[in-house]
T-cell receptor, first 118, second 117 residues
């Protein structure tokens, strides 16, 4: 079963406007972490923001915020005041607790390609 | 540099050749991960090391794939008898701690793009 679903293959936004990138997840664990990474055309994955399953407040990092709705199993990324440099692939990922507790690989969605128009 | 480095950045191999991909994690990072990213897809987990111990290799697609981290720092992913379906970007990531609490984010290298002809 797909664990991370990103339903928007591509999104367009005007410079200086806000955009929301959708992410839903599936897990039976109570403890897990949700991450967003940015991947520019250069290929490197850049960590943006993290939300722990027990965090009561939505995470924020500068222009990035995470709209965490635990009951709906969604963790949408909101980018405010978009900039041309925000054009990139964005991946939502989940870190689950594995047996033994020490393995914490990430499971990624298929990504959303964001294009910021001037 | 302070980040994760990988070499080579690009590798072209003829079908049937063996290849070795190198990863230099951030100094002091205990955990090291390898992921495979096919074109247009998200990265998929291959294997995980905690120091020199390979704790999970469940994502390796076949016994042609082998990874090692003998001294707990540099890691090598080896692919024997490469096939066309092995063409992908191979990403290495490291994180500071083995613990699952908190952010403990994974820092990724630039990847090695492997093309098998």
């Amino acid at each position: 079963a797909q664990k991370i679903t990103q339903t928007q293959p591509g999104m367009f936004v005007q410079e200086k406007e806000a955009v929301t990138l959708d992410c839903t997840y599936d897990t039976s664990d109570q403890s897990y972490g949700l991450f967003w990474y940015k991947q520019p055309s250069s290929g490197e994955m850049i960590f943006l923001i993290y939300q722990g399953s027990y965090d009561e407040q939505n995470a924020t990092e500068g222009r990035y915020s995470l709209n965490f709705q635990k009951a709906r199993k969604s963790a949408n990324l909101v980018i405010s005041a978009s900039q041309l440099g925000d054009s990139a692939m964005y991946f939502c990922a989940m870190r689950e607790v594995a047996s033994g507790g020490s393995n914490y690989k990430l499971t990624f969605g298929k990504g959303t390609l964001l294009t910021v128009n001037p | 540099g302070a980040g994760v480095s990988q070499s080579p950045r690009y590798k072209v191999a003829k079908r049937g050749q063996d290849v070795a991909l190198r990863c230099d994690p951030i100094s002091g990072h205990v955990s090291l991960f390898w992921y495979q990213q096919a074109l247009g897809q998200g990265p998929e987990f291959l294997t995980y090391f905690q120091n020199e111990a390979q704790l999970d290799k469940s994502g390796l697609p076949s016994d042609r794939f082998f990874a090692e981290r003998p001294e707990g720092s540099v890691s090598t992913l080896k692919i024997q008898r490469t096939q066309q379906e092995d063409s992908a970007v191979y990403l290495c990531a490291s994180s500071l701690s083995r613990l699952q609490r908190g952010v403990n984010e994974q820092f990724f290298g630039p990847g090695t793009r492997l093309t098998v002809l």
